[in-house]
């Protein structure tokens, strides 16, 4: 991938049945085993609308502020130059050596992102010790799991991004690898997918990549005083529970409503596991979204970023927190990648938990589901889950409406006609649609005139195949029309400059259907700021061996502080 950003100068997953199973030991005495342990109104007047937009204006001019003030300080010499010199100095930054695959640019030249975020449980520190627990019998330890697993796509246009958690208990095949750093390696195994960090971080994107084939160019891993720092640096972030909760492995205690957490709070609540949803890491990636929602929410506002002290302390923190693969290792691309993701408005930002299954050999683990090829694909081909109001794409119920009708691809033969005035664009269009199957007796011409709108043109009774060739190359269906003369013909017009799919369309033979990607798949978008974390109603904490609920645990435990306190 070519790189944008350098210009010159323990407790197991648990599918949801009737009864939750008994509760294993607590994370800080589980034993640790390859894959890891068992985380205004309606309208305003006039003069009030313009009230708005000036506010509006004002928020963004302060934000724009914010940012140039920043550079600033990194451009200027003396004490700006020192620290420009001391946050690259803080970045821990190892080589990724394509283990992850590499983006494909779209019909633009535009280059899609995809990150591996990675929160490490290890205690490789006595600060991560006394943080995580369970180093009272081993000490600070060397190795670690990635207990937080998340990709994080931002599209070729920046229009729009979707962030995907990989439940840590899922199985998989995890390729041979080789640490770079330590040594330590492996021939490959089936195991839990968390457990390819200790191998290295390039280990866990190689098995990552290999089981979704999304293609992953970067990775960013954090530790639990990362988590502490981060939260620290934005003064907190806001989150909600819809009902009393003590998780007492994680140790997180809030009474029902809303609060804000830092530090050693805020690691508690992307910790729990025990206080929300079923109890398994199913419903810690459901909380950890809302809580990563309300931190994206925080950047993004005007406060955030125009506050020197608070710029300067948020990427002192966030330097010394992250290990990043070498394409993220400078501060010059750690900026170009947060512009980039400043790009995108949290309405179309979509959180998702990865579909699974519960392993047929292991009720404790998981293994993917239905629909998780589907996502994969969605993720991989660049296509939004959202559409440009935000609201959940309505692509697919227009697929299933073609799907209904349609008509397999080997009995459907397309005439290609070249309006674009570039040389072989027909003919790039015709073998794409070969390569899918099409019929052989699809052939190529030059279009009687120049066309800026792509079309195809079908006869009497021929829109089943219509619909089929547009779905493979991901022409709207806007781009359809019904003609006198029998036949398919396409018209490539210079909205189509280059490529094989339509620029912005869902092509592929992969090409998912964006309901059936987010099907069981917890979607939400970054904007939902009301949307509070459900406590578990199970008996999933146990508090002097009496097993009980996380609100039953809070009322026990009335001489306990809350987390907040």
Same mark, same amino acid.
């Given at each position: 991938m070519s790189d944008p950003w350098d210009g010159s100068g323990g407790q197991a997953t648990r599918s949801r049945t009737s009864r939750v199973p008994g509760q294993r030991a607590s994370d800080a005495d589980a034993t640790r085993l390859p894959g890891g342990r068992s985380g205004s109104r309606a309208a305003a007047r006039s003069h009030g609308g313009r009230r708005a937009r000036r506010a509006g204006r004002g928020r963004r001019a302060l934000r724009i502020a914010g940012i140039c003030l920043a550079l600033l300080v990194l451009g200027t010499a003396g004490v700006g130059w020192w620290f420009y010199e001391h946050l690259n100095g803080n970045i821990d930054s190892v080589p990724l050596d394509g283990k992850g695959g590499t983006e494909k640019a779209d019909a633009f030249g535009r280059t899609p992102i995809d990150i591996l975020v990675m929160g490490s449980d290890g205690r490789t520190s006595k600060a991560d010790c006394k943080l995580g627990g369970g180093c009272s019998r081993t000490g600070v330890q060397t190795g670690s799991n990635a207990d937080v697993q998340m990709v994080v796509h931002v599209s070729a246009d920046r229009s729009n991004a979707t962030v995907m958690s990989i439940p840590r208990d899922t199985m998989t095949h995890v390729p041979a690898c080789k640490d770079g750093e330590t040594g330590q390696s492996t021939a490959g195994y089936y195991g839990q997918i968390n457990s390819a960090l200790q191998y290295g971080p390039a280990c866990q994107v190689a098995t990552v990549h290999q089981l979704t084939g999304i293609p992953i160019s970067h990775f960013v891993k954090l530790d639990f005083s990362g988590v502490v720092k981060m939260s620290d640096a934005v003064g907190g972030v806001s989150v909600c529970v819809n009902n009393n909760v003590?998780?007492?492995?994680?140790?997180?205690?809030?009474?029902?409503?809303?609060?804000?957490?830092?530090?050693?709070?805020?690691?508690e609540f992307v910790r729990s596991r025990h206080g929300f949803g079923d109890g398994s890491d199913l419903g810690r990636t459901v909380s950890q979204h809302i809580f990563l929602s309300a931190m994206i929410r925080k950047f993004k506002s005007a406060g955030t970023l125009t506050d020197p002290s608070a710029v300067y302390n948020l990427a002192d923190a966030a330097t010394k927190a992250l290990t990043v693969d070498e394409g993220l290792g400078t501060v010059k691309k750690l900026i170009g990648l947060a512009s980039d993701l400043d790009k995108v408005p949290?309405? &179309?930002?979509?959180?998702?938990?990865m579909q699974t299954a519960p392993d047929p050999a292991d009720s404790n683990r998981v293994v993917v589901g239905a629909g998780a090829k589907s996502l994969f694909a969605t993720i991989a081909d660049d296509k939004s889950l959202t559409t440009g109001s935000g609201k959940k794409s309505a692509a697919a119920s227009a697929t299933k409406k073609?799907?209904?009708?349609?008509?397999? +691809?080997?009995?459907?033969?397309?005439?290609?006609?070249?309006?674009?005035?570039?040389?072989? &664009?027909?003919?790039?269009?015709?073998?794409?649609?070969?390569?899918?199957?099409?019929?052989? &007796?699809? +052939?190529?011409?030059?279009?009687?005139?120049?066309?800026?709108?792509?079309?195809?043109?079908?006869?009497?009774?021929?829109?089943?195949?219509?619909?089929?060739? +547009?779905?493979?190359?991901?022409?709207? +269906?806007?781009?359809?029309?019904?003609?006198?003369?029998?036949?398919?013909?396409?018209?490539?017009?210079?909205?189509?400059?280059?490529?094989?799919?339509?620029?912005?369309?869902?092509?592929?033979?992969?090409?998912?259907?964006?309901?059936?990607a987010v099907a069981d798949a917890h979607a939400s978008t970054a904007d939902e700021a009301k949307t509070c974390a459900k406590v578990s109603p199970y008996r999933t904490v146990s508090l002097n061996g009496v097993p009980m609920t996380p609100a039953q645990a809070y009322a026990a435990a009335r001489s306990k502080p809350d987390s907040d306190e």
């Open positions: 003590y998780d007492t492995y994680s140790h997180l205690k809030l009474s029902k409503g809303g609060h804000t957490l830092k530090g050693v709070a805020a690691l949290t309405k &179309r930002m979509t959180f998702t938990t073609a799907t209904a009708s349609a008509v397999p +691809a080997s009995e459907v033969a397309v005439t290609v006609e070249n309006g674009t005035g570039i040389t072989g &664009r027909a003919s790039a269009v015709a073998t794409a649609l070969t390569a899918k199957g099409f019929s052989p &007796r699809t +052939a190529t011409a030059n279009a009687p005139s120049s066309a800026t709108t792509t079309t195809l043109t079908y006869g009497t009774g021929e829109k089943g195949a219509a619909q089929t060739a +547009a779905k493979a190359l991901g022409l709207p +269906a806007s781009h359809l029309k019904q003609g006198a003369a029998p036949g398919l013909v396409l018209v490539v017009g210079s909205d189509w400059p280059g490529g094989s799919g339509f620029p912005g369309g869902s092509s592929s033979s992969a090409s998912a259907d964006s309901k059936a």
